[in-house]
């Protein structure tokens, strides 16, 4: 019956465009004309999945217009384009986030309706394109976003993973990988282009020519060439006709087969060559893995930097730009150390292939990069082997070491007589095996670089790059993260958009800073009604998920106290849990303890190597099955680790918490996105002084902020005056019992073996400082459960949380970026 209503109404309107049409009653129409000719369904055959796709291919067709459009324009118009080179980007659906930024959730519905579906078992059919690891990925998409939304010209370069990060099964309390198939049923939203494709180099050695001019030169002969195809997503902008690039590379064999070994019979030989091209964009690395070695994750870097210059250079040619104007026609930032072999590789295009001097390349290759740093943690600062650097990539090897020679000089001139200087800043590392340091050529090689939040960007100054900053102060300066409102709020959050739409009027989504008025309201009762009702919601939203899932059961009533994030020491979710128990065995001791009852939430994925973080999993579960099934306390305390923790159910997460954990060792945490996101949503958070923890309280002010825990500085001078986490331990008795009840085995069924590592871990080394904050922790939860009781005073703070988020748009960050690292104009484009 819905077939037959939807061709009647597909003959009436026979004469509007089914690819651009915007009306629900066209929508429908082009649903249903991608369910038979795209997919070969009948509607009365076709399954949800069938309808996302068909429904994804509709909206398709209504950005390729504008997408197409936007490309002519920065074409005609020859302006500079940002080119964000980053080797994850944590993309999360596409479908709902389209329709949000086309304005078509309403038509969408409606043309769903028709045909007898619900938009909402629709948009839960999409795969989750999860080409990131965490907040270095999903930043990235945000930048997308804001770059779309704020009609710059800019292109995203990444790689196109086969495979996504993994998705995480808890067994038995432990974290399990499977592969993330996320291309398994075809993606709606890609464009392959293969005439955009280039060739990329690998192994073999170098070697000296004359070139025609009589000149000494040097080329590059590979052992291997692969190719790298051009995938390109489309990037929708907000409430504008601009729709931007994601270019993502895929590898394939230069050749379909080794005809050589073809020919001789070799028939495996020659497909197994094909296949090992093909690997390099099998598989997205899991963060927190030491690189040494990864010989994989050194081919798939160069990979899809050498495919994005060239593609830049390509793009130049056909504008008919002359070469030397290459650094005013892009630019290029590097996000994290990950791409910044794109230093030596636009060395490499410049010189060998574009036959410019070194002098020349040099200032263009310096004018072009910008470098992000995301991190102070000396492990994920990438190094490479030279050996491998040097099998893998020799004619970079060479281009390094002559960028390393004219660099010292210019240390030295600068630091006369500071041979360890000289030592440190070195491009090449010489203790131990030598090592190429990828940080130090993204500095060398960039014009600005920046950290992402203030302390971050302070303690940059301040620690790693000190040396740099002593050299070139003029290149440093911080860009605070950002996240776009548009998925994390309007999109994540339905209710509240509503309310705020009715309050505020329509714009707040591009112009986040008209969430102040908010304020005005603070004091209205019925507003503040309205403020829980929808909080409320949204609770039970995440609770049906939640119990659907792990079939725990939690009262939207409880305060709902979250912390989702990537499992890691550093961001201490076992401190956490040290507080849990504590509860626990204050209830236990003492049946009448009272407090506001809580659903404490975990969620996020350890590293499949990192064993201590995979404990800490287990740990949380093991403690949520104990207190879950006890009589005595689940009146008043329930834990859920909610797995897979993806953008997609983040989207359900954020918009559902009232207290958000931000609780890593000051000094470790470079900016944190989630605590924006958790912040716009109303969450109140208790959190150290780290990151961007520090410029919401200062938005947020004291009152409304939960802060404890031990500074940066005064970390550092604990440590450095040697820690010792036993004596925090001696001195209080309630942290020892909790310590002795978790080693004991009381939440592992009587083995007390799977924790020792845990607790020794913390009572002997504890390099996160998680004892020596203890204290301090659970005197501010005290607090926190204080300020619960006086439910109208929270909803105050809850508005003025939200209310103060502006300035956490990523819509800010990119404006800073553009105008003081790329000099970027906007460019309107109209369709
Ligand atoms: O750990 C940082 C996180 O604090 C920050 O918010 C994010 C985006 O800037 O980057 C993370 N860093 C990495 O994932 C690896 O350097």
Redo the contacts with the bound molecule.
């Keep these: 019956p819905h077939a037959k209503r939807a061709t009647s109404s597909a003959t009436i309107l026979s004469g509007a465009d089914v690819r651009t049409g915007l009306d629900s009653a066209v929508l429908q129409q082009a649903v249903l004309d991608h369910l038979y000719y795209s997919l070969g369904r009948l509607p009365a055959v076709a399954t949800p999945a069938n309808y996302y796709r068909a429904l994804a291919l509709a909206i398709r067709d209504r950005l390729q217009q504008r997408w197409i459009r936007t490309s002519e324009t920065y074409f005609e118009r020859g302006r500079k384009l940002a080119c964000y080179l980053s080797a994850e980007f944590l993309l999360g659906p596409h479908l709902g986030n389209n329709l949000l930024n086309l304005g078509l959730e309403q038509a969408a519905r409606e043309a769903l309706t028709a045909l007898g579906q619900d938009l909402d078992a629709i948009l839960d059919c999409e795969p989750e394109p999860g080409l990131g690891?965490?907040?270095?990925?999903?930043?990235a998409a945000c930048y997308l976003d804001s770059l779309a939304t704020l009609q710059y010209p800019a292109i995203g370069y990444g790689i196109r993973y086969e495979f996504g990060i993994f998705a995480q099964e808890i067994r038995d309390g432990w974290q399990t990988e499977r592969t993330d198939k996320w291309l398994s049923g075809g993606n709606p939203w890609e464009i392959a282009k293969p005439d955009i494709a280039y060739e990329v180099k690998w192994g073999g050695h170098t070697e000296r020519y004359i070139d025609d001019d009589g000149a000494e030169r040097r080329r590059w002969v590979p052992y291997r060439v692969v190719r790298g195809i051009a995938y390109d997503t489309p990037i929708q902008g907000y409430g504008v006709d601009t729709c931007n690039t994601l270019r993502l590379w895929s590898a394939e064999a230069a050749e379909s087969f080794d005809f050589q070994a073809f020919n001789t019979g070799d028939y495996f030989q020659a497909v197994d060559a094909k296949l090992r091209s093909e690997t390099i964009t099998k598989v997205l690395y899991p963060?927190d893995e030491p690189a040494i070695g990864k010989r994989l994750r050194l081919a798939q870097q160069y990979f899809f930097v050498t495919c994005s210059l060239q593609d830049m250079l390509r793009i130049l040619d056909l504008a008919g730009g002359a070469i030397e104007q290459f650094a005013e026609h892009f630019a290029v930032q590097l996000n994290?150390t990950h791409p910044s072999i794109g230093v030596a590789e636009l060395m490499r295009l410049l010189i060998d292939e574009r036959g410019l001097d070194w002098d020349a390349a040099w200032t263009i290759t310096v004018a072009t990069f910008g470098y992000?740093?995301?991190?102070l943690?000396p492990e994920?600062l990438e190094t490479w082997p030279l050996p491998l650097f040097r099998e893998v990539l020799p004619r970079h090897l060479e281009i390094i070491y002559e960028i390393n020679r004219r660099f010292l000089d210019e240390v030295r001139a600068c630091f006369p007589d500071d041979s360890a200087r000289v030592a440190r800043m070195s491009l090449i590392g010489e203790a131990g095996e030598k090592q190429v340091r990828m940080a130090h050529l993204a500095c060398v090689g960039s014009h600005a670089i920046n950290g992402?939040?203030a302390l971050?960007s302070e303690l940059l100054k301040a620690s790693v790059l000190s040396d740099f900053h002593a050299l070139w102060p003029e290149r440093f300066s911080n860009k605070t993260?950002g996240v776009t409102p548009r998925r994390f709020l309007a999109l994540a959050n339905p209710g509240l958009r509503a309310l705020l739409d009715e309050t505020l009027g329509a714009s707040w989504p591009v112009d986040l800073g008209r969430l102040r008025e908010l304020e005005s309201h603070i004091d209205d009762p019925a507003f503040r009604e309205r403020w829980r009702a929808v909080k409320h919601a949204n609770k039970q939203r995440l609770a049906d998920y939640v119990q659907a899932h792990t079939g725990i059961v939690l009262d939207p009533d409880w305060l709902f106290d979250i912390q989702v994030k990537?499992i890691h020491e550093y961001k201490r979710q076992h401190l956490n849990l040290l507080h849990i128990v504590t509860l626990y065995q204050r209830l236990k001791t003492y049946p009448a303890f009272s407090f506001p009852p809580r659903a404490f939430l975990f969620g996020g994925k350890a590293a499949p190597g990192y064993f201590t973080a995979k404990r800490i999993i287990k740990l949380i579960n093991a403690v949520a099955e104990t207190i879950n099934a006890d009589p005595e306390v689940n009146g008043r305390l329930k834990v859920a680790f909610v797995p897979n923790f993806s953008v997609k159910n983040a989207q359900l997460i954020y918009p559902a918490a009232d207290l958000s954990e931000q609780i890593s060792t000051a000094g470790k945490?470079?900016?944190?996105?989630g605590n924006m996101k958790f912040m716009l949503n109303g969450a109140l958070t208790i959190g150290t002084l780290d990151?961007?923890n520090v410029e919401m309280r200062d938005e947020v002010g004291a009152e409304n902020f939960f802060l404890f825990g031990r500074t940066a500085d005064e970390v550092a001078r604990l440590q450095g005056e040697g820690y010792r986490p036993a004596d925090y331990l001696a001195g209080d008795d309630e942290l020892k019992a909790v310590m002795e009840l978790i080693g004991s085995g009381h939440f592992s069924g009587g083995d007390s073996e799977v924790f020792r590592p845990l607790v020794e871990n913390l009572t002997q080394s504890d390099p996160f400082l998680v004892l020596a904050d203890y204290a301090a922790y659970v005197a501010c939860q005290e607090g926190v459960s204080a300020a619960w009781a006086d439910q109208e005073q929270w909803t105050r703070m809850s508005i003025i949380n939200c209310a103060r988020g502006g300035k956490f748009s990523s819509d800010r960050a990119i404006a800073e970026y553009a105008r003081e690292i790329w000099g970027l104009q906007s460019v309107p484009i109209q369709v």
């Design positions: 690891n965490g907040g270095l990925g999903r930043l963060n994290d992000t740093n995301h991190t943690l994920a992402v939040a971050h993260n990537r945490e470079a900016s944190g996105t990151g961007a």
